[in-house]
């Protein structure tokens, strides 16, 4: 009942050129995969109609049970078989596909085939893929060639189908996980800390600090120097190494405070200094004390 069913299906159904059809493989050689359409006739399509990626093999890509979505190019190839074409479905539905990517801000892994002027590129959904040189990394790439074959997580930066234009970038996912990192240090330093850093640049408003980890923060020039200052160059330099005590980590950014280290000092300095005093003045009273311990009246 159930093959009669089909056959009914099947009878009523209608293929032209043109349609995108879905069939599933049930063969596979080094020249065609044979598809079962569900219809009369079987579904042909042949190596060269598979893929425009260079680096696609019939044999490795493609496998029995695999669902593929494919053109009609012709309803008779003259062997009584409906001819197939994944080539054009793809260059179809792809750049709805890409959009979609863009717009959730997909990462995808993809492959490096080809070294070409200023970047390199990678297939994605059968179409050809750009990646600038200056978006293979967060750092400076100016070597090319040990990137071919290399496999790259990236993300679609830009797709235009007018055009046939496809831009990837795997910096942009490399550049959001550092700052993750950057702000996952942060929230791990604790108010009132006394860190160790250099002074990496001096600005009207303030001083930046290279701190540990790789991280940066802010000393405002109200927090430079326990007198007033009209700007930061009048006590610091770049390069110098300074003692920072950490106010807050407020929105991921580390505001610092030179003046309360040296507060912390003097009032630490003061009292060690009360602390001898008392000291030596109980001292002083145990010793009369037991001076007079020892006279008789």
């Known amino acids: 009942m159930e093959d009669y069913a089909k056959e009914l299906e099947a009878s009523f159904r209608s293929i032209k050129e043109g349609d995108i059809i879905t069939g599933t493989v049930i063969a596979v050689n080094e020249e065609e ?7 009369y006739a079987q579904g042909i399509i042949k190596a060269e109609d598979m893929s425009g990626d260079p680096g696609f093999n019939i044999l490795e890509d493609v496998k029995v049970g695999d669902e593929i979505e494919a053109t009609v190019v012709k309803t008779d190839d003259g062997e009584g ?12 539905l792809a750049w709805d596909i890409l959009k979609g990517y863009m717009a959730e801000n997909k990462n995808i892994q993809v492959k490096i085939s080809e070294i070409v002027k200023a970047g390199a590129v990678a297939f994605v959904e059968g179409i050809r893929g750009f990646i600038p040189a200056s978006q293979l ?36 996912i490399e550049k959001e996980r550092a700052v993750e990192d950057i702000n996952h240090k942060i929230s791990m ?19 930046f600090v290279s701190l540990p980890d ?7 020039i109200s927090q430079i120097s326990q007198k007033r200052i009209k700007k930061p160059s009048e006590v610091l330099t770049v390069g110098d190494k300074v ?42 009273t145990t010793s009369l004390g037991d001076l007079f311990k020892n006279l008789k009246f």
């Open 33 to 39: 995969a044979v598809l079962d359409l569900q219809y």
């Open 81 to 92: 078989n409906i001819k197939l074409s994944k080539k054009e479905a793809v260059q179809v």
């Open 137 to 172: 990394s967060l750092t400076y790439v100016e070597d090319l060639e040990p990137w071919l074959g290399r496999e790259l997580e990236v993300r679609v930066i830009t797709v235009d189908e007018e055009k046939n234009k496809l831009v990837l970038s795997a910096k942009v």
């Open 189 to 207: 330093l604790v108010p009132g800390s006394i860190l160790e850093g250099v002074v990496e640049s001096l600005m009207p408003y303030g001083a």
């Open 214 to 220: 790789g991280l940066s923060g802010l000393v405002h």
């Open 243 to 284: 003692k920072v005590k950490v106010l807050n980590t407020n929105d991921n950014k580390i505001s610092l405070s030179i003046k309360a280290v040296e507060e912390n000092s003097e009032a630490d300095e003061m009292e060690a200094h009360q602390a001898a005093e008392y000291s030596s003045k109980e001292e002083a």
